[in-house]
Protein backbone atom coordinates (compact mmCIF):
# COMPACT_ATOMS: atom_id res chain seq x y z
CA UNK A 1 0.00 0.00 0.00
CA UNK A 2 2.70 1.89 0.91
CA UNK A 3 4.50 1.81 -2.48
CA UNK A 4 1.10 2.87 -4.24
CA UNK A 5 0.51 5.54 -2.48
CA UNK A 6 3.83 7.31 -3.43
CA UNK A 7 3.19 6.48 -6.95
CA UNK A 8 0.46 8.46 -6.43
CA UNK A 9 1.74 11.28 -4.79
CA UNK A 10 4.38 11.35 -7.65
CA UNK A 11 1.92 11.80 -10.46
CA UNK A 12 0.13 14.50 -8.62
CA UNK A 13 3.16 16.35 -7.88
CA UNK A 14 3.79 16.21 -11.95
CA UNK A 15 0.54 17.66 -12.73
CA UNK A 16 -0.95 14.27 -13.71
CA UNK A 17 -4.41 13.48 -13.14
CA UNK A 18 -4.88 9.98 -11.47
CA UNK A 19 -6.99 7.56 -13.90
CA UNK A 20 -8.40 10.20 -15.99
CA UNK A 21 -5.32 10.04 -19.47
CA UNK A 22 -6.28 7.38 -21.87
CA UNK A 23 -2.92 6.57 -22.23
CA UNK A 24 -2.20 6.14 -18.41
CA UNK A 25 -1.68 2.29 -17.43
CA UNK A 26 -3.94 2.25 -15.19
CA UNK A 27 -7.25 3.42 -17.09
CA UNK A 28 -6.15 1.47 -20.34
CA UNK A 29 -8.04 -1.55 -20.91
CA UNK A 30 -5.82 -5.12 -21.24
CA UNK A 31 -6.35 -7.64 -24.02
CA UNK A 32 -9.01 -10.00 -23.18
CA UNK A 33 -10.76 -12.78 -25.30
CA UNK A 34 -14.01 -11.64 -26.72
CA UNK A 35 -13.14 -8.23 -27.32
CA UNK A 36 -13.19 -8.56 -31.05
CA UNK A 37 -9.58 -7.64 -31.35
CA UNK A 38 -6.68 -10.92 -32.30
CA UNK A 39 -4.68 -10.95 -29.66
CA UNK A 40 -1.38 -12.59 -29.32
CA UNK A 41 -2.20 -16.48 -28.08
CA UNK A 42 -5.96 -16.36 -29.51
CA UNK A 43 -7.07 -18.42 -32.15
CA UNK A 44 -10.04 -16.28 -33.38
CA UNK A 45 -12.18 -13.39 -31.56
CA UNK A 46 -15.29 -12.35 -32.87
CA UNK A 47 -16.31 -10.42 -29.98
CA UNK A 48 -20.20 -11.00 -28.95
CA UNK A 49 -20.39 -13.47 -31.60
CA UNK A 50 -17.81 -15.88 -29.88
CA UNK A 51 -19.98 -19.12 -29.41
CA UNK A 52 -19.72 -22.36 -27.18
CA UNK A 53 -23.28 -23.50 -29.27
CA UNK A 54 -23.08 -22.53 -32.44
CA UNK A 55 -20.98 -24.22 -35.62
CA UNK A 56 -18.37 -22.93 -36.50
CA UNK A 57 -17.98 -20.35 -34.45
CA UNK A 58 -14.98 -18.54 -32.40
CA UNK A 59 -15.59 -20.24 -28.84
CA UNK A 60 -15.67 -18.27 -25.87
CA UNK A 61 -12.29 -19.66 -25.34
CA UNK A 62 -10.84 -18.07 -28.25
CA UNK A 63 -10.15 -21.17 -29.79
CA UNK A 64 -11.53 -22.01 -33.24
CA UNK A 65 -14.25 -24.70 -33.65
CA UNK A 66 -12.78 -28.28 -33.57
CA UNK A 67 -13.40 -31.98 -33.40
CA UNK A 68 -13.98 -32.76 -29.57
CA UNK A 69 -15.55 -29.38 -28.83
CA UNK A 70 -19.37 -31.02 -28.40
CA UNK A 71 -20.44 -29.08 -31.06
CA UNK A 72 -21.32 -30.35 -34.73
CA UNK A 73 -19.36 -28.21 -36.97
CA UNK A 74 -19.46 -27.61 -40.74
CA UNK A 75 -17.19 -30.90 -41.31
CA UNK A 76 -18.01 -33.14 -38.88
CA UNK A 77 -20.66 -35.35 -38.73
CA UNK A 78 -20.46 -36.06 -35.13
CA UNK A 79 -18.97 -34.16 -32.47
CA UNK A 80 -19.04 -35.98 -28.20
CA UNK A 81 -16.95 -33.61 -27.07
CA UNK A 82 -15.02 -36.56 -25.68
CA UNK A 83 -12.47 -37.66 -28.07
CA UNK A 84 -12.34 -41.36 -27.77
CA UNK A 85 -14.12 -43.57 -29.31
CA UNK A 86 -16.13 -46.83 -28.62
CA UNK A 87 -19.24 -44.16 -28.12
CA UNK A 88 -20.63 -43.79 -31.54
CA UNK A 89 -18.54 -40.74 -32.56
CA UNK A 90 -14.76 -41.40 -32.96
CA UNK A 91 -11.78 -38.84 -32.44
CA UNK A 92 -12.03 -37.55 -35.92
CA UNK A 93 -15.82 -36.34 -35.55
CA UNK A 94 -16.96 -39.80 -37.83
CA UNK A 95 -19.76 -42.07 -36.72
CA UNK A 96 -18.72 -45.74 -35.75
CA UNK A 97 -20.33 -48.22 -37.24
CA UNK A 98 -20.96 -51.92 -35.95
CA UNK A 99 -20.50 -53.10 -32.37
CA UNK A 100 -19.15 -50.41 -29.89
CA UNK A 101 -17.34 -51.59 -26.39
CA UNK A 102 -19.76 -51.29 -23.51
CA UNK A 103 -18.32 -50.41 -19.85
CA UNK A 104 -17.66 -51.94 -16.99
CA UNK A 105 -15.90 -54.49 -18.92
CA UNK A 106 -11.78 -53.81 -17.17
CA UNK A 107 -11.90 -57.42 -16.29
CA UNK A 108 -12.42 -61.28 -17.93
CA UNK A 109 -15.66 -61.72 -15.86
CA UNK A 110 -17.13 -58.40 -16.96
CA UNK A 111 -16.10 -59.21 -20.49
CA UNK A 112 -18.85 -57.89 -23.65
CA UNK A 113 -20.08 -60.66 -25.90
CA UNK A 114 -19.04 -60.00 -29.49
CA UNK A 115 -19.83 -61.81 -32.71
CA UNK A 116 -17.25 -63.23 -34.19
CA UNK A 117 -16.17 -61.56 -37.77
CA UNK A 118 -17.43 -58.53 -37.04
CA UNK A 119 -15.01 -55.33 -35.59
CA UNK A 120 -15.87 -54.22 -32.69
CA UNK A 121 -15.13 -50.10 -31.69
CA UNK A 122 -13.34 -48.52 -29.06
CA UNK A 123 -11.61 -46.25 -26.69
CA UNK A 124 -8.87 -46.31 -23.87
CA UNK A 125 -8.40 -43.41 -21.78
CA UNK A 126 -5.36 -43.93 -19.49
CA UNK A 127 -5.00 -47.10 -17.20
CA UNK A 128 -7.96 -48.30 -19.19
CA UNK A 129 -8.45 -52.14 -20.47
CA UNK A 130 -11.79 -53.51 -22.60
CA UNK A 131 -12.06 -57.02 -22.41
CA UNK A 132 -14.41 -59.62 -24.98
CA UNK A 133 -15.60 -62.67 -25.15
CA UNK A 134 -16.33 -65.41 -27.34
CA UNK A 135 -18.12 -68.79 -27.41
CA UNK A 136 -15.88 -71.65 -28.77
CA UNK A 137 -16.50 -75.13 -29.81
CA UNK A 138 -14.29 -78.21 -28.56
CA UNK A 139 -11.57 -78.52 -30.73
CA UNK A 140 -11.57 -74.41 -32.13
CA UNK A 141 -9.38 -71.81 -32.63
CA UNK A 142 -9.17 -67.84 -32.04
CA UNK A 143 -7.85 -65.37 -34.05
CA UNK A 144 -7.45 -61.55 -32.73
CA UNK A 145 -6.62 -58.54 -34.29
CA UNK A 146 -6.40 -55.37 -33.30
CA UNK A 147 -6.13 -52.04 -35.79
CA UNK A 148 -7.01 -48.26 -35.63
CA UNK A 149 -10.46 -47.19 -37.02
CA UNK A 150 -8.74 -46.91 -40.48
CA UNK A 151 -7.47 -50.54 -40.55
CA UNK A 152 -3.74 -49.12 -40.18
CA UNK A 153 -2.35 -49.56 -36.58
CA UNK A 154 -3.29 -47.59 -33.75
CA UNK A 155 -0.30 -46.41 -30.93
CA UNK A 156 1.11 -49.66 -29.32
CA UNK A 157 -1.42 -52.39 -28.19
CA UNK A 158 -1.50 -55.33 -26.06
CA UNK A 159 -3.75 -58.12 -26.29
CA UNK A 160 -4.28 -60.74 -23.80
CA UNK A 161 -6.12 -64.22 -23.76
CA UNK A 162 -7.96 -66.03 -21.20
CA UNK A 163 -9.36 -69.11 -20.50
CA UNK A 164 -13.08 -69.82 -19.38
CA UNK A 165 -12.02 -69.99 -15.62
CA UNK A 166 -9.93 -66.98 -15.71
CA UNK A 167 -6.33 -67.81 -16.19
CA UNK A 168 -3.99 -65.85 -18.25
CA UNK A 169 -3.24 -67.76 -21.35
CA UNK A 170 -1.04 -65.62 -23.87
CA UNK A 171 -0.18 -62.12 -23.59
CA UNK A 172 0.92 -60.58 -27.50
CA UNK A 173 2.76 -57.11 -27.37
CA UNK A 174 2.94 -55.13 -30.69
CA UNK A 175 5.43 -56.59 -33.08
CA UNK A 176 8.17 -54.40 -33.77
CA UNK A 177 8.20 -54.02 -37.75
CA UNK A 178 5.13 -52.27 -37.81
CA UNK A 179 3.12 -51.92 -34.33
CA UNK A 180 0.68 -54.14 -34.86
CA UNK A 181 -0.41 -56.40 -32.44
CA UNK A 182 -2.02 -59.96 -33.60
CA UNK A 183 -3.22 -63.09 -32.10
CA UNK A 184 -1.98 -65.53 -34.45
CA UNK A 185 -3.37 -68.93 -34.30
CA UNK A 186 -0.62 -70.15 -36.51
CA UNK A 187 1.87 -68.78 -33.96
CA UNK A 188 0.72 -68.78 -31.02
CA UNK A 189 0.20 -72.08 -29.37
CA UNK A 190 -2.50 -70.88 -26.55
CA UNK A 191 -5.24 -69.92 -29.32
CA UNK A 192 -5.66 -73.04 -31.02
CA UNK A 193 -6.76 -76.79 -29.50
CA UNK A 194 -8.96 -75.39 -27.59
CA UNK A 195 -11.48 -76.71 -25.02
CA UNK A 196 -14.96 -75.83 -25.31
CA UNK A 197 -16.27 -72.91 -23.64
CA UNK A 198 -15.57 -68.98 -23.16
CA UNK A 199 -12.64 -67.45 -24.45
CA UNK A 200 -11.72 -63.55 -23.53
CA UNK A 201 -9.20 -61.47 -24.82
CA UNK A 202 -8.22 -57.52 -23.45
CA UNK A 203 -6.98 -54.81 -25.36
CA UNK A 204 -4.90 -52.04 -23.17
CA UNK A 205 -2.39 -49.29 -24.08
CA UNK A 206 1.44 -50.33 -24.12
CA UNK A 207 2.02 -49.46 -19.99
CA UNK A 208 -1.85 -48.31 -20.09
CA UNK A 209 -1.41 -45.50 -21.90
CA UNK A 210 -4.44 -43.54 -23.22
CA UNK A 211 -5.37 -45.36 -27.24
CA UNK A 212 -8.25 -42.83 -28.30
CA UNK A 213 -9.65 -45.28 -30.67
CA UNK A 214 -9.52 -48.93 -32.18
CA UNK A 215 -11.27 -51.64 -33.93
CA UNK A 216 -10.62 -55.49 -32.28
CA UNK A 217 -11.45 -58.19 -34.62
CA UNK A 218 -12.20 -61.93 -33.34
CA UNK A 219 -12.39 -64.36 -35.60
CA UNK A 220 -13.04 -68.19 -34.44
CA UNK A 221 -12.99 -71.13 -36.16
CA UNK A 222 -14.29 -75.04 -35.72
CA UNK A 223 -12.03 -77.07 -36.25
CA UNK A 224 -8.14 -76.84 -35.76
CA UNK A 225 -7.12 -79.89 -37.71
CA UNK A 226 -9.08 -79.14 -40.92
CA UNK A 227 -7.11 -76.88 -43.15
CA UNK A 228 -5.29 -74.85 -40.79
CA UNK A 229 -1.66 -75.87 -41.29
CA UNK A 230 -0.97 -75.71 -37.39
CA UNK A 231 2.10 -76.99 -35.95
CA UNK A 232 1.01 -78.81 -33.01
CA UNK A 233 3.16 -78.35 -29.77
CA UNK A 234 5.55 -81.78 -29.45
CA UNK A 235 3.99 -82.13 -25.79
CA UNK A 236 0.46 -82.40 -28.38
CA UNK A 237 2.22 -84.86 -30.92
CA UNK A 238 4.26 -88.08 -28.84
CA UNK A 239 4.07 -89.78 -32.06
CA UNK A 240 5.63 -86.59 -34.15
CA UNK A 241 3.09 -87.56 -36.91
CA UNK A 242 2.07 -83.88 -37.68
CA UNK A 243 -1.32 -84.47 -36.26
CA UNK A 244 -2.28 -83.14 -33.15
CA UNK A 245 -3.47 -85.29 -30.32
CA UNK A 246 -6.88 -83.88 -30.91
CA UNK A 247 -6.60 -84.75 -34.78
CA UNK A 248 -4.99 -88.06 -34.12
CA UNK A 249 -7.28 -91.63 -33.72
CA UNK A 250 -3.47 -92.75 -32.62
CA UNK A 251 -2.02 -90.31 -30.66
CA UNK A 252 0.96 -92.51 -29.64
CA UNK A 253 1.69 -94.11 -33.23
CA UNK A 254 1.91 -97.83 -31.17
CA UNK A 255 -0.75 -99.39 -33.97
CA UNK A 256 -3.11 -99.12 -30.98
CA UNK A 257 -6.77 -96.78 -31.56
CA UNK A 258 -6.98 -94.12 -29.03
CA UNK A 259 -10.29 -95.44 -28.19
CA UNK A 260 -8.62 -99.34 -27.09
CA UNK A 261 -5.53 -97.91 -25.61
CA UNK A 262 -4.51 -98.09 -22.22
CA UNK A 263 -1.88 -95.21 -22.56
CA UNK A 264 -3.02 -93.48 -25.22
CA UNK A 265 -0.19 -90.82 -25.23
CA UNK A 266 2.42 -93.07 -24.19
CA UNK A 267 3.88 -96.34 -27.37
CA UNK A 268 2.38 -100.10 -25.43
CA UNK A 269 1.13 -101.37 -28.35
CA UNK A 270 1.93 -104.08 -30.55
CA UNK A 271 3.69 -101.59 -33.33
CA UNK A 272 5.85 -99.95 -30.97
CA UNK A 273 9.27 -101.26 -33.00
CA UNK A 274 12.50 -100.91 -31.85
CA UNK A 275 13.40 -98.27 -28.96
CA UNK A 276 16.80 -97.02 -29.73
CA UNK A 277 18.66 -93.96 -27.89
CA UNK A 278 17.59 -90.25 -29.61
CA UNK A 279 19.69 -89.10 -31.86
CA UNK A 280 22.14 -87.55 -29.97
CA UNK A 281 22.77 -90.47 -28.02
CA UNK A 282 20.92 -89.77 -24.82
CA UNK A 283 18.98 -92.85 -22.84
CA UNK A 284 15.36 -91.62 -23.27
CA UNK A 285 13.30 -95.05 -21.90
CA UNK A 286 13.89 -95.86 -18.35
CA UNK A 287 12.78 -97.95 -15.38
CA UNK A 288 12.42 -95.36 -12.34
CA UNK A 289 12.07 -96.59 -8.49
CA UNK A 290 11.64 -93.98 -5.74
CA UNK A 291 11.09 -91.66 -3.90
CA UNK A 292 12.72 -92.90 -1.36
CA UNK A 293 12.47 -89.87 1.05
CA UNK A 294 14.70 -88.99 4.24
CA UNK A 295 17.59 -91.34 3.49
CA UNK A 296 20.90 -90.68 5.29
CA UNK A 297 23.43 -89.46 3.25
CA UNK A 298 26.79 -91.73 2.39
CA UNK A 299 30.26 -91.22 4.13
CA UNK A 300 31.62 -88.99 1.35
CA UNK A 301 29.65 -85.60 2.04
CA UNK A 302 26.22 -83.98 2.22
CA UNK A 303 25.11 -84.84 -1.16
CA UNK A 304 26.67 -88.37 -0.87
CA UNK A 305 24.41 -91.57 -2.47
CA UNK A 306 23.36 -93.50 0.66
CA UNK A 307 24.65 -97.03 0.91
CA UNK A 308 20.93 -98.36 2.13
CA UNK A 309 20.06 -100.97 -0.84
CA UNK A 310 16.48 -99.01 -1.59
CA UNK A 311 15.42 -101.73 -3.58
CA UNK A 312 15.14 -104.52 -1.40
CA UNK A 313 17.97 -106.73 -2.93
CA UNK A 314 21.64 -105.33 -2.83
CA UNK A 315 22.17 -102.84 -5.82
CA UNK A 316 24.38 -104.34 -7.94
CA UNK A 317 22.04 -107.48 -7.80
CA UNK A 318 18.48 -105.37 -9.39
CA UNK A 319 17.48 -106.67 -12.05
CA UNK A 320 14.06 -104.91 -11.95
CA UNK A 321 10.84 -105.39 -14.05
CA UNK A 322 8.24 -102.98 -15.18
CA UNK A 323 5.28 -103.04 -11.90
CA UNK A 324 7.69 -104.75 -9.94
CA UNK A 325 8.53 -104.66 -6.37
CA UNK A 326 11.46 -101.87 -5.27
CA UNK A 327 11.48 -102.12 -1.75
CA UNK A 328 9.01 -99.40 -0.65
CA UNK A 329 8.57 -98.46 -4.28
CA UNK A 330 7.45 -99.84 -7.43
CA UNK A 331 9.56 -99.78 -10.57
CA UNK A 332 7.80 -97.11 -13.51
CA UNK A 333 8.64 -96.46 -16.86
CA UNK A 334 9.44 -93.09 -17.72
CA UNK A 335 9.79 -91.83 -21.34
CA UNK A 336 11.68 -88.76 -21.51
CA UNK A 337 11.07 -86.72 -24.92
CA UNK A 338 14.16 -84.33 -24.11
CA UNK A 339 17.08 -85.40 -22.79
CA UNK A 340 17.42 -84.35 -19.02
CA UNK A 341 15.07 -86.57 -16.55
CA UNK A 342 13.42 -84.65 -14.35
CA UNK A 343 12.86 -86.60 -11.10
CA UNK A 344 10.72 -83.83 -10.12
CA UNK A 345 8.38 -84.12 -12.79
CA UNK A 346 8.06 -87.99 -11.45
CA UNK A 347 8.28 -87.64 -7.64
CA UNK A 348 7.24 -85.43 -5.04
CA UNK A 349 9.16 -86.45 -1.81
CA UNK A 350 11.23 -84.15 0.75
CA UNK A 351 15.18 -83.96 1.08
CA UNK A 352 17.07 -85.76 1.26
CA UNK A 353 16.00 -88.12 -1.51
CA UNK A 354 17.06 -90.55 -3.44
CA UNK A 355 15.69 -92.52 -6.68
CA UNK A 356 17.44 -95.27 -8.90
CA UNK A 357 16.68 -95.63 -13.29
CA UNK A 358 17.67 -98.34 -15.21
CA UNK A 359 17.74 -99.28 -18.60
CA UNK A 360 19.29 -102.00 -20.89
CA UNK A 361 21.17 -101.42 -24.37
CA UNK A 362 22.41 -103.62 -26.83
CA UNK A 363 25.06 -103.66 -29.11
CA UNK A 364 25.49 -105.10 -32.15
CA UNK A 365 29.10 -104.61 -31.93
CA UNK A 366 32.04 -105.36 -29.26
CA UNK A 367 33.97 -101.55 -28.99
CA UNK A 368 35.18 -99.02 -26.27
CA UNK A 369 32.86 -96.47 -24.74
CA UNK A 370 32.42 -94.05 -21.94
CA UNK A 371 29.39 -93.26 -19.88
CA UNK A 372 28.75 -89.92 -20.13
CA UNK A 373 26.85 -88.91 -17.10
CA UNK A 374 25.20 -85.85 -15.57
CA UNK A 375 23.47 -85.44 -12.14
CA UNK A 376 21.83 -83.52 -9.58
CA UNK A 377 23.07 -83.89 -7.08
CA UNK A 378 25.35 -87.17 -6.39
CA UNK A 379 25.16 -90.51 -8.03
CA UNK A 380 26.58 -93.85 -8.02
CA UNK A 381 26.32 -95.81 -11.20
CA UNK A 382 26.74 -99.40 -11.96
CA UNK A 383 27.04 -101.38 -15.46
CA UNK A 384 26.32 -105.12 -15.30
CA UNK A 385 25.77 -104.88 -11.97
CA UNK A 386 29.83 -103.27 -11.30
CA UNK A 387 29.94 -100.16 -9.58
CA UNK A 388 32.07 -98.12 -12.10
CA UNK A 389 31.56 -94.52 -10.69
CA UNK A 390 30.31 -92.58 -7.31
CA UNK A 391 30.00 -88.79 -7.28
CA UNK A 392 29.27 -87.34 -3.42
CA UNK A 393 29.04 -83.59 -4.82
CA UNK A 394 26.23 -81.30 -5.06
CA UNK A 395 25.90 -79.66 -8.33
CA UNK A 396 23.07 -79.43 -11.22
CA UNK A 397 22.79 -81.72 -14.04
CA UNK A 398 26.02 -80.68 -16.46
CA UNK A 399 26.39 -82.37 -19.75
CA UNK A 400 28.84 -85.12 -19.90
CA UNK A 401 30.47 -83.93 -16.66
CA UNK A 402 31.40 -87.48 -15.68
CA UNK A 403 32.53 -90.15 -17.83
CA UNK A 404 33.41 -93.79 -16.90
CA UNK A 405 35.34 -96.23 -19.72
CA UNK A 406 32.77 -99.44 -19.92
CA UNK A 407 33.20 -102.09 -22.43
CA UNK A 408 30.41 -102.75 -24.87
CA UNK A 409 30.64 -105.95 -25.74
CA UNK A 410 28.24 -107.82 -28.92
CA UNK A 411 24.93 -107.90 -26.52
CA UNK A 412 22.83 -106.58 -24.27
CA UNK A 413 23.72 -104.61 -21.15
CA UNK A 414 22.28 -103.32 -18.01
CA UNK A 415 22.69 -99.40 -16.87
CA UNK A 416 21.43 -98.52 -13.40
CA UNK A 417 22.15 -95.23 -11.93
CA UNK A 418 21.21 -94.16 -7.94
CA UNK A 419 20.52 -90.25 -7.70
CA UNK A 420 20.81 -88.07 -4.48
CA UNK A 421 19.40 -84.92 -4.02
CA UNK A 422 20.10 -82.37 -1.11
CA UNK A 423 17.74 -79.92 -2.48
CA UNK A 424 16.52 -77.79 -4.69
CA UNK A 425 16.51 -79.76 -8.86
CA UNK A 426 16.88 -83.43 -8.79
CA UNK A 427 17.33 -84.99 -12.30
CA UNK A 428 20.01 -86.82 -14.89
CA UNK A 429 20.92 -87.46 -18.02
CA UNK A 430 23.50 -90.56 -19.62
CA UNK A 431 24.30 -91.64 -22.74
CA UNK A 432 26.78 -93.67 -23.92
CA UNK A 433 30.21 -91.94 -26.54
CA UNK A 434 33.59 -93.07 -27.98
CA UNK A 435 36.93 -92.35 -26.54
CA UNK A 436 36.95 -89.98 -28.81
CA UNK A 437 34.38 -87.99 -27.64
CA UNK A 438 31.56 -88.58 -30.18
CA UNK A 439 27.75 -89.66 -29.20
CA UNK A 440 27.02 -93.28 -29.92
CA UNK A 441 24.06 -93.45 -31.40
CA UNK A 442 23.04 -97.04 -32.39
CA UNK A 443 21.92 -98.32 -29.30
CA UNK A 444 18.59 -100.56 -29.12
CA UNK A 445 17.26 -99.91 -25.93
CA UNK A 446 14.85 -101.83 -23.66
CA UNK A 447 13.29 -102.11 -20.10
CA UNK A 448 13.64 -105.57 -20.11
CA UNK A 449 16.52 -107.77 -18.92
CA UNK A 450 14.48 -110.27 -21.22
CA UNK A 451 16.00 -108.84 -24.16
CA UNK A 452 13.82 -105.84 -27.21
CA UNK A 453 11.13 -104.08 -25.58
CA UNK A 454 7.73 -106.14 -26.15
CA UNK A 455 4.16 -105.04 -24.60
CA UNK A 456 1.26 -105.71 -24.79
CA UNK A 457 -1.57 -102.93 -22.78
CA UNK A 458 -0.18 -105.11 -19.58
CA UNK A 459 -1.82 -103.50 -16.95
CA UNK A 460 -0.89 -104.91 -13.63
CA UNK A 461 -3.15 -103.81 -11.56
CA UNK A 462 -6.55 -103.73 -13.47
CA UNK A 463 -7.34 -100.09 -12.97
CA UNK A 464 -7.33 -99.68 -16.98
CA UNK A 465 -4.14 -97.62 -16.70
CA UNK A 466 -1.05 -99.30 -19.05
CA UNK A 467 1.71 -100.18 -17.01
CA UNK A 468 4.35 -98.20 -19.19
CA UNK A 469 2.27 -95.08 -18.00
CA UNK A 470 0.71 -96.06 -14.73
CA UNK A 471 2.64 -93.74 -12.10
CA UNK A 472 1.31 -96.83 -9.63
CA UNK A 473 1.23 -99.86 -11.54
Known amino acids: MRSHLTLTLLLAACGGAVGTD ?39 TCRVASCGDGVVDGDEVCDDGNGIGGDGCDPTCSPETGPLEAEPNDVPFQATAVQPGLPVSGGLPEYDVDCYKVSVADNAWIDA ?15 TLFAPDGDELSILYPEAEDGCVHLDPSVVEDARFLDAGDYTVCVEGLLRTAVPAYKLTLEVGDDSCLGTGFTPDPEDDPDRDGLANACDSDD ?12 PTTPNGGQIGRMTTARNGYIVHWLLAGPYANVPVGP ?10 QTGVPDAEAVPELAGSAGDATWIAWFEPGETIDLTDVYDAQTYREAYAV ?32 DPTC ?23 KV ?54
Not at 252 to 263: A, K, M, P, R, T
Not at 402 to 416: D, I, K, N, Q, S
Request: hydrophobic share 30%.
Open 22 to 60: ADDPFTTPLPTCGDGVLDLGEECDDGAANSDAGADACRS
Open 300 to 309: LGSCDPSEVD
Open 145 to 159: RATGPDGTCPPELVL
Open 395 to 417: HGVNTDQFGYPVELTAGWHRVMI
Open 420 to 473: HDHGGGWGFKARFKTPGGSAITDLEVSLSALGSWVDDQGDEDGDHIGDVCDPTP
Open 359 to 390: SWVYSATTRDAVLAVGADDGHRVWFDGELIGN
Open 252 to 263: DGDGVLDEDDNC
